[in-house]
């Protein structure tokens, strides 16, 4: 049916039938589109174009009986319509699929509850195709399926719950469910239960035809009919062997799991302490470590002031610049070493800022010479010379930046700029910032120059050399500054003991560039370049 019209086929001879059935029709407003054969053939063709819900026949026709067209209605109700006396007839077509008869009479009064039959065989059809579709659902369910009387014996149980328990259909009907259970009195209280609240749903192991056992999970329930009376129990049975395997493995891989979490915070801690132990031995044993290095460094300073000849001479350098370069690795390991056990500290003292500068430069100004590098430094007019702050760390971070800028620099130059950026009462704010025209970084790499052993490419790690570690142990002695190192530019604050010397000064541009880089950083006021040998350039006071 579409929009709740009724296709109907009214197949009748009599003139005066049809007559009364179309005005019925519409008197009455009904809901049909209808269709009227005058034969059994017209009946076949207008079956064979068309589909109906339901079909209204007569019995005699002038070219056979309705039942001839019984077998192209396999789906499609059929109400018989055959004249007094003919109830033989009409049993007939109930035994061959009619779903009722009606009886002429002369007034037609057989019309008027005609509707009413149409209506009742359209529920009816409806009806048994449910039936039908819950029939295949249960006969087709990978669940058993099994009805019994209220004492327990089976009635029905689906294929599923035959194979379930290893038998076959017929031989389960009749068996008590008890038969069932691995535990017999189980059932009875099962039954008992259902009887009384209408339901039971739980896991019970069940018993196969060859005596081994599963576990299910079975859902019981009460059949009723519409006067809710009861008609008698259905169980479904779920076969949960494979669920509980799951489970069980699952609950083992948990285990497993949590063992395995449990076990890798145990080894996290004590790697844990055995890092914090190993630096603490480190920061412990740095004088022990430091001593015999400074006795090598010292006996061949000592041997390189003797008379020596052009072999000897080499060698003992050589000796010198290798024992230089263990004791940068040494120190930066043992200072990294205190970092990490929390032993590093800070020790201010009165010192004169720009001395301090000036001995970094110095010291750093014979490799500046060795790679024909310019080493130039920059004092703005209001940088201050007497504070108190820990020099040799500041002069530390100083060399490990401006070193760093002298190493991976092949030409050009690198300055070391200084300047105030603010002052207060009692402290100073400065700013050194270090500029070169080295080979620069790339920007991916900037997040992890303050890492631990770690430089942008380590390809140059095997070309210059180095731990790894300058950057990273000069940002945490900045951070015990209450200082801020970024990749161009540290910031300190430092006690000031008085202030800054006025002096002549002129005033450079941001923005302004020297050969190849540009210095990027705020106006200052300059008023001297100190003059390092060889490659520092004095530019006056």
Do not use: C
Request: a negative charge; zero cysteines; charged letters at 25%.
């Amino acid at each position: 049916m579409e929009n709740n019209i009724i296709k109907v086929l009214f197949v009748e001879d009599n003139r005066f039938d049809q007559m009364a059935f179309e005005r019925m029709v519409k008197q009455d407003g009904l809901p049909y589109d209808y269709k009227i054969a005058n034969s059994i053939a017209e009946a076949r063709g207008l079956l064979k174009t068309g589909k109906f819900d339901i079909v209204i026949t007569d019995y005699y026709l002038g070219d056979g009986t309705g039942f001839d067209i019984f077998n192209m209605l396999e789906k499609t109700p059929v109400i018989f319509v055959t004249g007094a006396g003919d109830e033989k007839i009409a049993i007939k077509a109930i035994k061959e699929g009619a779903y009722h008869y009606l009886i002429k009479d002369l007034e037609r009064a057989y019309l008027k509850i005609l509707p009413i039959t149409i209506s009742m065989a359209l529920e009816y059809r409806k009806t048994q195709e449910g039936f039908k579709l819950l029939s295949q659902a249960v006969a087709n369910s990978i669940d058993g399926i099994n009805i019994m009387d209220i004492s327990g014996v089976l009635s029905y149980v689906n294929a599923a719950s035959a194979s379930h328990y290893g038998y076959e259909v017929e031989e389960l009907l009749g068996l008590h469910v008890e038969n069932l259970y691995r535990d017999k009195a189980a059932s009875g209280e099962i039954i008992a239960t259902v009887l009384q609240d209408g339901k039971w749903d739980g896991e019970q192991m069940q018993i196969r035809k060859d005596g081994s056992s599963f576990p299910a999970y079975l859902t019981v329930s009460l059949i009723k009919n519409e006067n809710d009376k009861t008609q008698g129990i259905v169980a479904v049975v779920r076969d949960i062997t494979e669920r509980e395997k799951i489970e069980k493995e699952l609950s083992e891989n948990n285990n497993f799991l949590n063992q395995l979490l449990h076990d890798t915070k145990e080894l996290a801690v004590e790697a844990e302490a055995a890092n914090i132990a190993k630096s603490e031995f480190l920061a412990n044993m740095s004088h022990e470590i430091r001593t015999p290095m400074n006795g090598v460094m010292g006996m061949t300073g000592l041997l390189l002031d003797t008379e020596l000849d052009e072999e000897q001479r080499d060698y003992a350098e050589t000796i010198e610049r290798s024992a230089e370069a263990l004791l940068i690795i040494i120190n930066d390991i043992l200072d990294f070493s205190k970092i990490e056990a929390g032993k590093l500290s800070i020790e201010p003292i009165p010192f004169n800022l720009k001395s301090a500068i000036d001995e970094v430069t110095t010291l750093l100004a014979e490799k500046a010479i060795e790679k024909n590098v310019e080493l130039k430094v920059y004092y703005a007019s209001d940088t201050p010379t007497r504070v108190i702050g820990d020099p040799g760390r500041i002069k530390q971070i100083i060399i490990n930046l401006a070193g760093n800028a002298i190493k991976f620099t092949n030409e050009g130059q690198v300055s070391i700029n200084v300047g105030q950026v603010d002052l207060t009462e009692n402290d100073v704010k400065l700013e050194i910032s270090i500029e070169d025209t080295g080979i620069g970084i790339p920007k991916n790499k900037l997040q992890y120059i303050f890492d631990k052993f770690s430089q942008a490419d380590t390809s140059t790690t095997r070309q210059f050399g180095g731990t790894g570690l300058g950057l990273a142990i000069s940002k945490q002695l900045v951070e015990l500054m209450n200082g801020k190192i970024t990749r161009t530019r540290l910031d300190i604050r430092l006690r000031s003991l008085a202030p800054p010397r006025q002096t002549e000064h002129y005033r450079t541009n941001a923005g302004h560039r020297t050969q190849g880089h540009q210095i990027s950083h705020r106006r200052r006021q300059r008023n001297r370049q100190e003059d390092y040998p060889g490659t520092i350039q004095k530019l006056g006071v």
